[in-house]
């Protein structure tokens, strides 16, 4: 044996030293429901107890029950409205207009953010405006919307918009910032330059900002449009803040709360995509924090794979 | 004293022989370079008039206190850094550069890794694929083509890092202590290693590291920089067989002569 093929086996006899101590086995069924249940029963159990102290609420007498049902008037109140089409439309156009309002917030957030990361002049002039903006409370812009585009629908993706785009921005120049000078010296000397450089090496590196960007500026966008719904009422358009101000009209409470339940399970759904989609990108790069055992590693790394 | 460790230390090239004589072909000219940071009260001068030269094919170590500049040095070299005064001119040749950490983009998979500065050459993508699974077979880790920066052990995450510089296809790859977070074992192996290829592919290295033993080890010639301000204090040829063992007689002596000078050089400032 030659004195380099032998250097090559004792590497190779190191590299599966270091890996056999990661051995992946995928999890079977049993497993992932083991899993699922792990994450899940504490929720539960929290949705439990809300409830719970709601009911001895609503059973102190502390108002009267109209303007204070109980859970159990609640929930049928819910399923019944959730056994008619009414609620769906409500809540098919609500979801409409947020992901219309939010992808043009993307992509208006999106190359705001690229050139004022880019220019130097421009992030003079507009870098801090962009952060003044995301302090203005939603419902603020009302009544700017209104008078400038009047009670309709388009009002109402302007502040989805105006609300969602400043985060989406902040989170890219964040990003950009942030890119590990190490890596840029490293891509420099690569060869990598203008274009390429952004392409493969400072975008790249501003995904998880950009993530965490987005999902704020959604947590934004979902205030602003509720707001807007509201407040900017259009003709002709249930929307769920249209059903939640007839409810109030009517003093029907039962129906308030049910309708504000449905708007804090879709807030959720929401919130868990991000999470997800954030998840899913720190694991890739190895940022995501280790699980305490061993066990819940090599769960967490077979699933991802 | 015997006879032969007198000769090695009569083996001191005076810094006075560092400039080539003319018509010599040089890969790195690094002609009188002067490099100051910041000003006013926090101005540092880092290097101060340093002259070497690296002859094409040539191995040469830098060692020298830390702080002394030998980073500053390399940047320069890379052109990540202008000179305040004085040149630097690798005559157009391409350099590689690698550092201390991988520096590989953890968004990619070692073989992505390995084919980004082909992509900057313009490479074509099936070529590029190629052209990096060879690159990675010859640092053995044809195996971990598939893998994240995140799965592989620092050693491993070395050799994609060496597979990456090799990947530019340079004359001069500029080598800032790429092994000195390594253990023992996997350091010697990656000397062989990267000796194996530079002997193979023929560009100069200018490799830096404070650890003067692995500086004999590898280099035709340890160049000895001084601290605060860096000057080039000494250079020693290191002459004798490849490869040379780390822990051998000869490696071991030459190291321990340097270090006395090093030692004295950290002296001079302690008092
Ligand atoms: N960008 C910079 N701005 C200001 N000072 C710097 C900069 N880069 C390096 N220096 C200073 O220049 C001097 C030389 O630094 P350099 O990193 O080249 O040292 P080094 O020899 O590589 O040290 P080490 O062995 O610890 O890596 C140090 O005093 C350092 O603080
Ligand atoms: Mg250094």
Redesign the pocket.
């Known amino acids: 044996m030659s004195a380099e093929t032998e250097d090559a086996a004792a590497l190779a006899g190191l590299d599966n030293l270091e890996q056999d101590t990661q051995v992946k086995t995928r999890p079977s069924a049993g497993e992932i429901g083991a899993r699922i249940w792990r994450s899940a029963w504490p929720k539960l159990l929290a949705i439990v107890l809300a409830v719970a102290i709601w009911e001895i609420v609503y059973l102190l007498n502390l108002k009267p029950h109209v303007v204070l049902p109980g859970p159990f008037q609640v929930f049928p109140n819910l399923w019944d409205q959730l056994n008619h089409t009414q609620l769906w439309k409500a809540i098919g156009l609500t979801l409409r207009q947020a992901v219309e309002g939010f992808a043009l917030a993307l992509i208006v957030g999106t190359v705001v953010g690229l050139v004022v990361a880019r220019v130097p002049p421009v992030r003079a002039a507009v870098g801090s405006l962009i952060t003044g903006l995301q302090t203005i409370p939603s419902v603020v812009w009302i009544p700017f919307a209104i008078i400038l585009f009047g009670n309709n629908s388009t009002a109402i993706l302007f502040m989805v918009i105006i609300t969602a785009a400043p985060s989406i921005a902040n989170g890219l120049i964040a990003g950009v910032d942030l890119t590990p000078p190490l890596l840029l010296r490293a891509g420099k000397t690569m060869g990598l330059r203008r274009f390429e450089l952004y392409r493969s090496l400072v975008l790249p590196a501003a995904l998880p900002s950009f993530v965490s960007g987005l999902k704020q500026g959604w947590a934004f966008a979902w205030h602003g449009l509720l707001a807007g719904e509201l407040l900017v009422i259009v003709p002709n358009l249930a929307s769920i803040g249209v059903l939640l101000v007839s409810d109030q009209d009517q003093t029907d409470m039962t129906g308030v709360i049910a309708i504000m339940i449905v708007i804090l399970v879709l807030g959720v759904l929401v919130d868990v995509l991000f999470n997800t989609l954030n998840e899913s990108l720190r694991r890739r790069r190895g940022l995501a924090q280790a699980p305490s055992t061993a066990k819940g590693w090599r769960l967490a790394t077979g699933i991802a794979r | 004293m015997t006879t032969e460790q007198q000769s090695a230390l009569n083996g001191h090239a005076p810094p006075a022989t560092a400039a080539p004589a003319a018509g010599t072909e040089v890969a790195v000219a690094i002609d009188d370079v002067t490099?100051v940071?910041?000003r006013g009260s926090?101005r540092?001068v880092?290097?101060d008039g340093v002259s070497l030269s690296v002859a094409p094919g040539e191995f040469v170590c830098l060692i020298?206190?830390?702080?002394?500049?030998?980073?500053?040095?390399?940047?320069l070299v890379a052109g990540l850094?202008e000179p305040t005064a004085g040149t630097v001119s690798t005559g157009g040749r391409r350099v590689a550069f690698m550092f201390?950490e991988p520096a590989l983009f953890p968004w990619l998979t070692a073989v992505q890794n390995v084919e980004l500065p082909l992509r900057a050459n313009g490479v074509g993508r099936p070529e590029r694929r190629r052209r990096a699974l060879e690159l990675l077979d010859s640092v053995h880790l044809s195996g971990f083509a598939g893998k994240r920066p995140h799965e592989l052990s620092g050693g491993m995450r070395q050799r994609v890092a060496l597979a990456r510089a090799l990947a530019q296809d340079a004359d001069v790859l500029l080598m800032?202590?790429p092994f000195g977070a390594l253990d023992a074992m996997t350091r010697d192996l990656l000397h062989e290693l990267l000796e194996g290829i530079w002997r193979r592919q023929g560009f100069s290295v200018l490799f830096?590291t404070?650890e003067v033993r692995e500086a004999v080890r590898l280099g035709d010639r340890v160049v000895l920089?001084s601290?605060?301000p860096?000057r080039v204090l000494e250079e020693f040829d290191v002459h004798g067989e490849r490869p040379r063992g780390l822990e051998s007689g000869d490696t071991v002596q030459r190291a321990l002569e340097i270090k006395a000078r090093l030692n004295e050089e950290v002296m001079r400032h302690v008092s």
């Open positions: 490099k940071f910041g926090s540092l880092a290097l020298g206190a830390s702080g002394c500049g030998k980073s500053t040095l390399l940047s850094e201390q800032d202590e830096v404070h920089l601290s605060r860096g």
